[in-house]
């Protein structure tokens, strides 16, 4: 049996809105499939440089696509913002 190039298998599950937010950027970058979609996805995220800043304690479910609540108060490692706080912080 010929080896696979990308051995290793990703499972995710995502909620009917994150799923509908990855198929519309699917459909709008003309990505041949969803694999295809997450990938480039990963790909822009870890280029962009800023990423969280996690606690201990943090759970898989604090952590969404389109609702970022559970973000509030955790600040990307580079100290600068990235628009993950919750706007509604403090109101």
Do not use: C, T
């Given at each position: 049996?010929?080896?696979?190039?990308?051995?290793?298998?990703?499972?995710i599950?995502?909620s009917?809105?994150?799923l509908?937010?990855?198929?519309?950027?699917?459909?709008?970058?003309?990505?041949?499939?969803?694999?295809?979609?997450?990938?480039e996805?990963?790909?822009?995220?870890?280029?962009?440089?800023?990423?969280?800043?996690?606690?201990?304690?943090?759970?898989?479910?604090?952590?969404?696509?389109?609702d970022?609540v559970?973000?509030?108060?955790?600040?990307?490692?580079?100290?600068?913002?990235?628009?993950?706080?919750?706007?509604?912080?403090?109101?």
């Amino acid at each position: 049996m010929a080896e696979l190039e990308r051995p290793e298998r990703l499972q995710i599950m995502l909620s009917a809105e994150e799923l509908k937010a990855l198929e519309d950027f699917r459909f709008e970058n003309r990505m041949p499939s969803r694999a295809a979609a997450v990938r480039e996805l990963l790909r822009r995220g870890l280029a962009s440089g800023g990423f969280l800043r996690v606690g201990s304690g943090a759970k898989s479910q604090d952590f969404g696509v389109i609702d970022r609540v559970s973000y509030a108060g955790k600040k990307p490692r580079d100290g600068s913002s990235n628009g993950s706080e919750d706007p509604r912080e403090g109101a």
